[in-house]
């Protein structure tokens, strides 16, 4: 869970900060509610922890446990992803060429 929140509030402060850039350029960023979300997005970093230090935590401290059993397994789920992603592109470019051979 604190990686689903870390990526969500620093992703929404990296948005504010690109749009404050564009509507600071043309000078219309009073006219504009990006100001106030900039400050917000900041700040939910700042109410759920320190994003960094979580981080830090999970992968020296939480995935290391039971002599990286942990480590482990989390490969094991990204490995199975990965494969299960092959799996269902293979099938969808197989079935778009066989549709374009029958569609001539």
Known sequence: ???????????????CATAIQVYGGAGYL???????????SKIFSIYEGTNHIQAMDLVGRKLMQRGGANVQAFGNDVARSSRRTRIIRRSRTASRCSARRWSR
């Open 1 to 15: 869970m604190p990686l689903i929140k870390a990526y969500g509030s620093d992703q929404a402060f990296a948005i």
């Open 30 to 40: 009073k006219d504009w509610p990006v100001e106030q979300y900039a400050r917000d």
